[in-house]
T-cell receptor, first 111, second 111 residues
Framework: SQTIHQWPATLVQPVGSPLSLECTVEGTSNPNLYWYRQAAGRGLQLLFYSVGIGQISSEVPQNLSASRPQDRQFILSSKKLLLSDSGFYLC??????????FGPGTRLTVT | QKEVEQNSGPLSVPEGAIASLNCTYSDRGSQSFFWYRQYSGKSPELIMSIYSNGDKEDGRFTAQLNKASQYVSLLIRDSQPSDSATYLCASSGGGADGLTFGKGTHLIIQP
């Protein structure tokens, strides 16, 4: 069966510091991978998605970037965090464009 | 711009009754629709997917889709206190597209 991991689970970072969140999927090959953010009082917002190694599509212009160095690894990064980057970051995977399954998430607080 | 609208609630339903959750979507090109359950502080969990007009039943859950009216609903029969959560409606244009989420309906099942 497929399993999706995210780490860290929680993170507190000062404004202006860098960020690296990692997501890995087990038990499947060539999944579509997604990064979403859920800010307080707001809905889930799609940030990036990837259909393969090195292929990244950005949905929302911002100070975040994503990379997919391996088939089942998806990384979300920032060079300098803003207060508005606080939120619950969720990685998801799917096969052939059907149901998406979410990881446990990383709760980021920027202070 | 693609939008999914849900009543934020809270929707309060007595234990054992039917809970009815609704959402509407703006993009007529949407092909796939999903219901997720999210407990406080946790990541969303997929409970139903529906791709064609009509009803789809899975245990105590029934999803209904009406593409002409751009309307999706979720019925929960024999509601249990453990069903108390926020229910997220999502749509997709298909393929590798990410999901567009509503802000969710907070459901409370009263014992």
């Amino acid at each position: 069966s497929q399993t999706i991991h995210q780490w860290p689970a929680t993170l507190v970072q000062p404004v202006g510091s860098p960020l690296s969140l990692e997501c890995t999927v087990e038990g499947t090959s060539n999944p579509n991978l997604y990064w979403y953010r859920q800010a307080a009082g707001r809905g889930l917002q799609l940030l990036f998605y990837s259909v393969g190694i090195g292929q990244i599509s950005s949905e929302v212009p911002q100070n975040l970037s994503a990379s997919r160095p391996q088939d089942r690894q998806f990384i979300l990064s920032s060079k300098k965090l803003l207060l508005s980057d606080s939120g619950f970051y969720l990685c998801a995977w799917s096969l052939a464009g059907y149901e998406q399954y979410f990881g446990p998430g990383t709760r980021l607080t920027v202070t | 711009q693609k939008e999914v609208e849900q009543n934020s609630g809270p929707l309060s339903v007595p234990e054992g009754a039917i809970a009815s959750l609704n959402c509407t979507y703006s993009d007529r090109g949407s092909q796939s629709f999903f219901w997720y359950r999210q407990y406080s502080g946790k990541s969303p969990e997929l409970i139903m997917s529906i791709y064609s007009n009509g009803d789809k039943e899975d245990g105590r859950f029934t999803a209904q889709l009406n593409k002409a009216s751009q309307y999706v609903s979720l019925l929960i029969r024999d509601s249990q206190p453990s069903d108390s959560a926020t229910y997220l409606c999502a749509s997709s244009g298909g393929g590798a597209d990410g999901l567009t989420f509503g802000k969710g309906t907070h459901l409370i099942i009263q014992p």
